[in-house]
């Protein structure tokens, strides 16, 4: 709806009469007050205002509409017979006009303005269509999002007292049949605790997720042999897999950080080193010191690599190269954990990788102060 302004009822009348015959609904007011009062009360997309009027002049009603949020955006086009000076012109549209036409006005090219404005508050209206819709779907998608997070915390919990007993049972099985030498039944459970263990760590990395998520992951921090660390996590890992590590070289110092953490990220180096190169027959890992007092660790492998343009995105949370996610198994946390740990220790990490060629996936941390010259 239009809101013509003017205290002359005829100049009213004919202005509105021009606007209904070309569809538009028009409203009038013979006062500044009277404007303000109905300004506030209804939506109206266009005001034309007269500029001189018996007591709130024209720039004035203008001046006080730019105080409100809910009217500072209504377009304004001052209507003036006397005022035609270029200064009243300016202050016209310093008080929030967008256009000022001098009486006795052409018909025609108003109508033209009034329609240039309507056009421009339909695409506007759209516009916040638009960006309402925008921002409902991101609240969805953000009330999807932390449902999903509840969901894992609330299954990894639950998950993880049954396993911790299934995994003591067949343990205690384990042990009371080896008096049978029964090759096959001790075969069978020793594959059971192996798949019981991958169970174990994948609810390991979903509880880690969750406790990320509500700044509840826990250091335990304290200066520690970094090479003793290191070769525990090598055993682990080499225990369950067929591909050789090669421990190429390495440095005796102590780190300040929590061991048991810095252990998790290099076990989740290697098992990916060893489960992204099909048919692998080693893997490489190596610690130095570098300039900045610093502990570099890599892993490199001779495997299916990694597409440049995928490779910032390898330690977000969930992200899986493409391709690769369906060949082999994953959820595609592992190394958003490891980033999460490496960060709260100080440290950098990144990968250098080309495709066919295989990868090389490294960290640096802080020595301890007593391994710094
Ligand atoms: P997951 O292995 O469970 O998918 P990660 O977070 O450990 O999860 O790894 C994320 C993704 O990074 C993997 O899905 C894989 O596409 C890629 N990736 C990780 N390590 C390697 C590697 N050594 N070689 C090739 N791709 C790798």
Known sequence: MILIVDDTPENLYSLKKIL?????????????????????????????????????????????????????????????????????????????????????????ILLLKVKTFYRLYEQN????????????????????????????????????????????????????????EDKTVDNYLGRTNLQLGKLKNLIGDLLDISKIENGKIEFNKKDFDFHAMLQSAIDIVQQTQECSIIHKKSVEVQVYGDEMRIEQVIINYLTNAIKYSPDCSEVHIESSITGDE???????????????????????????????????????????????????????????????????FWFKIPLAKSSKQ
């Not at 006062?31 to 004035?60: C, H, R, T, W």
């Not at 299934?166 to 009371?176: G, K, M, N, P």
């Not at 198994?329 to 220790?345: A, D, N, Q, T």
């Open 20 to 108: 209904e015959l070309n569809n538009f609904s028009v409203d009038t007011a013979l006062s500044g007050e009277e404007a303000l009062k109905k300004i506030l009360k209804n939506p109206y997309f266009l005001i034309i205002l007269d500029v001189q009027m018996p007591g709130m002049d024209g720039f004035e009603v203008a001046e006080t509409l730019s105080g409100y949020s809910k009217t500072k955006d209504i377009p304004i086009i001052f209507l003036s017979a006397v005022n035609t000076d270029k200064k009243f012109i300016a202050k016209g549209y310093a008080s929030g006009g967008l256009d000022y036409v001098t009486k006795p006005f052409d018909p025609d």
């Open 125 to 180: 209206q759209e516009l916040t269509k638009i960006q309402t819709a925008l921002l409902t779907e991101i609240e969805l998608r953000k009330a999807a999002e932390n449902k999903k997070d509840e969901f894992i915390s609330i299954a990894s919990h639950e998950l993880k007292t049954p396993l911790t007993s299934v995994i003591a049972y067949v343990q205690l099985l384990q042990r009371s049949v080896k008096k049978y």
């Open 294 to 360: 610093e502990i570099q660790l890599k892993v490199r492998d001779f495997g299916i690599g990694i597409p440049k343009e995928m490779q910032s995105q390898l330690f977000e949370k969930f992200y899986r190269v493409e391709g690769s996610a369906s060949r082999f198994p994953g959820l595609g946390i592992g190394l958003y954990i490891s980033s999460e740990i490496i960060k709260r220790h100080d440290g950098t990490f990144g990968v250098v990788s080309a495709p066919g060629k295989g990868s090389e």
